[in-house]
């Protein structure tokens, strides 16, 4: 059963919450907001409306949640009185304290992602990197956990672009992860991920290491400005490879955008390369391509930001992007992350997609 502390514990993180995210103040925002909306001609301006629209959502997901949070805090108040009267069960008590616990933690996570780009969706790139067929199957097992990752939070997943493997597994795919700050949650999966484990496909049933990079940006709307200098766009047409489609290998409908960036501080150039095989439809994979030339270029001006910011705030650990994050070694039965030093013997489930608790000891430790 659990103790007063626990209770004292769980009311305090829930009074806390309700300064943290200023829910008298979100209360009143909404009010005046919502009144925006019932102006006349509202909807005469499509694009500005949904914007609007957005943001009253975005007010009432906090004071939802909060309020949930509150509800559940106060029945495990009220069933910690009733059990001296043995109306409930310690068992029933305890069940709403997990059920509490559970919701103040999730709030208290959601209240970290403030900045800019965290409640927008995700794409999310995986590589596979040398070594063949092994590094393939590998970047296969990636891409399986975050659509299972995704699966679970009720969050949408679409291909964008997939490439299969010489052998088995996957060379490289792209993939867009719709839901509720899901990229904000997926930040720190930005890196290299190595397995170790005994490869099926060594005959001398060798250990063999493998890697793969992932690669997180957020997927930007029509409500974020972004510059594109169309006279640095150049596009080639191939035929869509993978599985399904009747005119997969026989039409030209996948897209490959080229951009020639340039850095606006340095003056360096770069080729950012884009290719698009969502659709059957080249036009279709030519704007998709578009949004997510311009999901990239916003960020490289979101990583200069928080370069400067973390200039400024030296104190805090440096964040290397890129470098190895995670290291799977499938023989030990261990998953561990070598920012947080937090690690797992569930590797099963990870593989299933439960990396939540990467997720939120990444968030925790550095405060992105």
């Known amino acids: 059963m659990i103790t007063a502390e626990q209770l004292k514990d769980i009311k305090d993180r829930t009074q806390a919450l309700y300064r943290y995210l200023q829910i008298e103040e979100k209360t009143v925002e909404l009010e005046e907001e919502q009144l925006r909306t019932q102006a006349p001609g509202f909807w005469d301006n499509a694009k500005e409306a949904e914007t609007q629209m957005k943001k009253v959502k975005d007010i009432q997901k906090w004071i939802e949640g909060y309020k949930a949070v509150k509800a559940a805090t106060d029945e495990v108040d009220l069933a ?8 409930v069960t310690e068992a029933e008590l305890d069940e709403a304290y997990a059920v509490a616990l559970t919701q103040i933690e999730d709030l208290e996570l959601r209240n970290m992602l403030r900045n800019e780009a965290d409640g927008m969706d995700a794409v999310l790139k995986i590589n596979s990197g040398a070594g063949g067929t092994e590094s393939q199957d590998w970047a296969s097992m990636l891409m399986r956990m975050y659509q ?81 200098d169309k006279s640095k766009i150049s596009w080639d047409l191939f035929r869509s490879g993978g599985a399904g489609g009747q005119n997969v290998n026989k039409v030209e409908t996948g897209v490959r955008l080229r951009y020639q960036y340039v850095d606006p501080d340095t003056g360096e150039e770069e080729e950012i390369l884009i290719e698009n095989t969502e659709s059957r439809k080249q036009l279709e994979n030519r704007e998709n391509a578009m949004r997510l030339l311009r999901s990239q270029l916003y960020n490289r001006a979101l990583e200069k930001k928080m370069a400067e910011q973390q200039k400024i705030e030296a104190g805090k650990k440096k964040i290397e992007w890129g470098s190895q994050i995670r290291s799977y070694v499938f023989d030990d039965r261990r998953v561990k992350d070598h920012r947080t030093n937090y690690q797992t013997s569930d590797v099963t489930g990870v593989m299933d997609g439960k990396i939540d608790e990467f997720i939120k000891a990444y968030l925790m430790e550095f405060h992105v």
């Open 80 to 87: 910690f009185e009733f059990i001296k009267e043995e109306m």
């Open 148 to 228: 299972r990752w995704a699966e679970a939070h009720k969050y949408k997943v679409t291909i964008s672009n997939f490439q299969d493997g010489d052998e088995a597994g996957i060379k490289t795919v792209t993939m867009e992860i719709e839901g509720d700050s899901a990229f904000g949650f997926l930040k720190g999966e930005n890196g290299v991920h190595r397995l170790v484990r005994v490869s099926p496909y060594n005959a001398q049933g060798k250990r063999m290491t493998s890697f793969a990079s992932v690669f997180v940006t957020p997927l930007v709307d029509d409500s974020i400005e972004v510059v594109i």
